[in-house]
């Protein structure tokens, strides 16, 4: 059983910057694709990044691109967002989620493609 648990998050004025990280504890880490989520309230989940098994390949949703950046850490089995230039839309909860096994595409923005979540961390952005 794989468990996610996300840290990092916490209040910041506009303009202002994150880093979230979310530790995985299964062995295989390194050999799946992860990805982070975010919910704001009254919203529906939506896709923010996603990064290959390998590191090399990243993927954003518009409304992120050039503000967020997704690493990851095979040897701490860690999967890092790093929030920039935060926005007052940007209030949500993030998740993150391991995604399919060794595959070459990044571009996996459906929450069905993801099996296993963390619980989640708040970020507060005001304006």
């Known amino acids: 059983q794989v468990q996610l648990v996300e840290s990092g998050g916490g209040l910041v004025q506009a303009g202002g910057s994150l880093r979230l990280s979310c530790a995985h504890s299964g062995r295989a880490f390194s050999r799946y694709a992860m990805g982070w989520f975010r919910q704001a309230p009254g919203k529906q989940r939506e896709f923010a990044a996603a990064?290959?098994?390998?590191?090399?390949?990243?993927y954003y949703a518009d409304s992120v691109k050039g503000r967020f950046t997704i690493s990851r850490d095979n040897a701490k089995n860690t999967v890092y967002l790093q929030l920039n230039s935060l926005k007052p839309e940007d209030t949500a909860v993030y998740y993150c989620?391991?995604?399919?096994?060794?595959?070459?595409?990044?571009?996996?923005?459906?929450?069905?493609?993801?099996?296993?979540w963390g619980q989640g961390t708040q970020v507060t952005v005001s304006s």
């Open positions: 989620a391991q995604g399919p096994y060794m595959v070459t595409t990044t571009r996996l923005t459906s929450r069905d493609e993801y099996d296993y």
């Open positions: 990064i290959s098994w390998s590191g090399g390949i990243t």
